[in-house]
C-alpha cells in the first residue's frame, strides 16, 4: 500500500516527506534538518509554477494543432488546479496562525 502523501508529493514535490509511524528525534527538530522554513515554501511555489507553466504549455500545444492527447492536457489541468488550491489552503492556514499568534495576550 503506498503511503497517503504519496499523491500529494506528486502534485506538491517537496511539501510532503514519507514518514514513519514512529518519528525520531532527529526528524521532531526543524532546526536540525538544515533546511528552513522560508527555503521550503519558495520550492513549493516554485513546483506549483513549474506545473502551471507546463500545463499551459500543453493547452498551447494543443490549439497549434501539435500531436497532443486530450487526455494528457486535461491531467495536467487537473494536476496544476490542484496544486494550487493546495497552495492557496496552505497560505490560508498560515495566515489564520498569524492572526491567532497576533491576537495572543501578553
Do not use: C, W
Given at each position: 500500500?503506498?503511503?497517503?502523501?504519496?499523491?500529494?508529493?506528486?502534485?506538491?514535490?517537496?511539501?510532503?516527506?514519507?514518514?514513519?509511524?514512529?518519528?525520531?528525534?532527529?526528524?521532531?527538530?526543524?532546526?536540525?534538518?538544515?533546511?528552513?522554513?522560508?527555503?521550503?515554501?519558495?520550492?513549493?511555489?516554485?513546483?506549483?509554477?513549474?506545473?502551471?507553466?507546463?500545463?499551459?504549455?500543453?493547452?498551447q500545444a494543443?490549439?497549434?494543432?501539435d500531436a497532443?492527447?486530450?487526455?494528457?492536457?486535461?491531467?495536467?489541468?487537473?494536476?496544476?488546479?490542484?496544486?494550487?488550491?493546495?497552495?492557496?489552503?496552505?497560505?490560508?492556514?498560515?495566515?489564520?496562525?498569524?492572526?491567532?499568534?497576533?491576537?495572543?495576550?501578553?
Amino acid at each position: 500500500m503506498t503511503e497517503p502523501t504519496a499523491n500529494i508529493a506528486r502534485l506538491v514535490p517537496g511539501l510532503a516527506q514519507p514518514s514513519g509511524l514512529n518519528p525520531s528525534p532527529a526528524t521532531v527538530n526543524p532546526a536540525d534538518s538544515g533546511e528552513k522554513f522560508t527555503d521550503m515554501l519558495s520550492s513549493v511555489v516554485n513546483s506549483v509554477n513549474d506545473l502551471q507553466a507546463s500545463s499551459a504549455q500543453s493547452q498551447q500545444a494543443m490549439m497549434n494543432g501539435d500531436a497532443v492527447e486530450l487526455h494528457q492536457v486535461m491531467i495536467k489541468a487537473e494536476e496544476a488546479g490542484l496544486s494550487m488550491d493546495l497552495l492557496l489552503e496552505i497560505r490560508n492556514r498560515l495566515v489564520n496562525a498569524y492572526n491567532d499568534v497576533m491576537r495572543m495576550p501578553m
